[in-house]
């Protein structure tokens, strides 16, 4: 699979989301990513016009429920011809192999299915202390990937830094999709466990999910072609 930067439409309204797409030259289509606020803000109404306008869409809804609630959500999602959408993989091994099944249209094909391993909000310190989750967070990580292999998913969303030790785990096929990027000459923000597009292509990310560093920018074409260049080498 081809490595690609995936742009986090953190708008929250479509007006603003639109303005930000329209900026990218005729033919110049970013793959996206839209998730709760944009998406509970405006419904399924802002994904069918992100798609009409050619672009792929990863939706970021980060489904966590029982097993038959995830499954008809995902039957939904899945016939709004998204590219990617994901679930929480503490949702359980036999949740993921619902969404799965849910997602898989009559003909067979689906969209790519990811699992948030543990949030990078959450540290070791929380984990252990007050969700009385014993082992160590990397551990986890591991564990959470490993199972949503077992249940047939493609991959993780997961931290740049981590991405390695996923795919030793899991093997090169399983995806490792990786927020937390920044330009080496450019502010963290909030972010922490962080590294540049160039870093997460040599630890071995498939997908990098970018936000500010590209909405935010003076100029956001040209970030995400220095993004692109970064990552994938090739652009
Ligand atoms: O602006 P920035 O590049 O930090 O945006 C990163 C995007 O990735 C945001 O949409 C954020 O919600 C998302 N994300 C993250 N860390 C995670 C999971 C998702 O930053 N662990």
Do not use: W
């Amino acid at each position: 699979m081809n490595k690609d930067v995936i742009i986090a439409c953190d708008f929250s309204s479509r007006a603003a989301t639109l303005e930000f797409l329209d900026r990218f030259p005729e033919g110049r289509k970013p793959f996206v990513k839209i998730g709760m606020e944009l998406f509970y803000a405006e419904g399924p109404a802002i994904v069918r016009d992100i798609k009409a306008r050619g672009h792929k869409v990863f939706l970021d809804l980060k489904l966590h429920d029982i097993p038959n609630t995830v499954k008809k959500a995902m039957r939904v999602l899945s016939s709004l011809d998204v590219d990617m959408v994901n679930v929480h993989a503490a949702g359980t091994v036999a949740m993921m192999r619902a969404a799965l099944e849910g997602l898989t249209r009559a003909d067979g094909t689906r969209p790519l299915l990811i699992a948030v391993t543990q949030l990078t909000s959450t540290s070791e310190e929380v984990m252990q202390q007050e969700l009385l989750i014993g082992a160590g967070i990397g551990d986890t990580i591991v564990k959470y990937a490993s199972n949503a292999r077992e249940a047939g998913l493609d991959g993780v969303v997961c931290s740049p830094l981590e991405a390695g030790m996923v795919k030793q785990a899991c093997g090169p096929g399983f995806l490792a999709v990786t927020p937390g990027i920044r330009f080496a000459d450019a502010a963290a923000d909030d972010q922490v466990r962080i590294t540049t597009p160039a870093r997460a292509r040599e630890i071995g990310s498939d997908f990098i999910v970018v936000g500010r560093p590209i909405t935010a920018a003076a100029d956001p074409v040209a970030a995400y072609e220095r993004c692109m260049k970064e990552f994938t080498l090739s652009f």
